[in-house]
């Protein structure tokens, strides 16, 4: 470990870039600190430990909504902007074709991926904004149109700066900025965590503290396990080798294709309809009883965890189905010369693979899900509100850190080739 530490501080280009990538997160969490003025800030952490949902998020957001600063909404509107754009890659032929045209088509869909993450940012920020305004805490106290205006283009402009922040760091090839941003935001929440479990920590609980650790432990053992496996499927080709040997390869099949996107999915779906009821709950009448019973439903244990865990392993399916298509692979190995070894190539060969994601994918489904409910669970095993372990932050900060662990390797890989 500490030769391979010495030949990435040995590499300067590769140690300036480490430099850089740590130099801009810590900008970032210093503009996370950077409250708007006008906001009542023990009225907001009220409001936020009362709502579990909005509590989730700004544990997940690293704080940023507690402390209300300009990038409260982090780089949520880009992430949704990127995840419309990937589907309707998927379904719209120009947007298909573009995405064909190798770096020069990527640039462009990135381009419009940028465009619209302002508008979307502009929107979530006006709902953010009315929904604690209308609020019982008094958090703003008199929100005008114009402070509201105001409050919207500041916090749009932090989102673009966050935007920005993550393509400066994706360039230095050391990880994704976009999530290294997200990884900084859950690794800058542990302090707390830690706080809290030493505030509240009792001799008898020791035990509880240790089944605590080891569940966390091989949480993280299961989350590299799952992460990094797949099964190889064996490729022969038609044309001859050295020797008068057909060539072969494999196709690997991921057990997790979708990574966290299906959870994203669902903890959208599980926002919506607990927000829009908070807009009506001052209302009289039937649609003031639908909202309160709307909330009321969302922080039932049960229903939540049931519902989160259904619509995980539902849409990890849904995500899979989109970016995998057995069809192509198949024409594309028939293009090729390529068989798998006991199945015909044509259709054969596209519902065998078609077989095989099935089942794999039923795996990671069940993972992904168990890693979206895993507080839920540790609740009820530890029946504590500190001792709860993030199984989807855990999933982040892990597949974060193997991506950027490969990344600097293959960096000094080149650097050691370069030097031949």
Sequence with gaps: ?????????????????????????????????????????????????????????????????????????????????????????????????????????????????????VPLAFLQAYGFLKLLSNSQQGIFGDLTSIRLVTMMLFVTAGTIFLMWIGELITEKKIGNGISLLIFSSIVASLPTVVRNA???????????????????????????IINEGQRNIPISYARQGRGGQGAKSHLPLRVNMAGVIPIIFAISIILFPPMIAQFFVGNEGFLGRAAIGTINLFQNQLFYGVMYFTLVFGFTY???????????????????????????????????????????????????????????????????????????SLLIVVSVAIDSAKQIDAQVTVHEYDKI
């Excluded at 391979?4 to 870039?17: A, E, H």
């Design 318 to 392: 849904f995500y899979t189905a989109v970016i995998f298509n057995p069809e192509k692979i198949a024409e594309n190995l028939q293009r090729q010369g390529g068989f798998i070894p006991g199945i015909r190539p044509g259709k054969q060969t596209e519902e065998y693979l078609q077989q095989t994601m099935t089942r794999i994918v039923f795996i990671g489904a069940l993972f992904l899900g168990a890693v979206a409910v895993l507080p839920l669970l540790m609740q009820l095993v530890t029946n504590s509100q500190a001792l709860v372990i993030g199984g989807t």
């Design 1 to 117: 470990m500490w030769e391979k530490v010495k030949k990435i501080w040995g590499i300067k280009s590769l140690r300036n870039s480490i430099f850089f990538v740590l130099g801009m997160l810590v900008i970032f969490r210093l503009v996370a600190h950077i409250p708007m003025p006008g906001v009542d800030r023990e009225a907001l952490s009220s409001f936020l430990a009362g709502n579990q949902i909005l509590g989730l998020l700004n544990v997940f957001s690293g704080g940023t909504i507690e402390n209300f600063s300009l990038v409260m909404l982090g780089i949520a509107p880009y992430i949704t902007s990127s995840i419309i754009f990937q589907l309707l890659t998927m379904v719209v032929p120009k947007l298909e074709e573009m995405s064909k045209e190798g770096e020069s088509g990527q640039q462009k869909i990135n381009m419009y991926t940028r465009i619209a993450t």
């Design 198 to 224: 030493a505030v509240n920590y009792n001799p008898s609980d020791l035990s509880t503290y240790l089944l605590f650790v080891a569940i966390a432990i091989a949480t993280v053992v299961g989350i590299v």
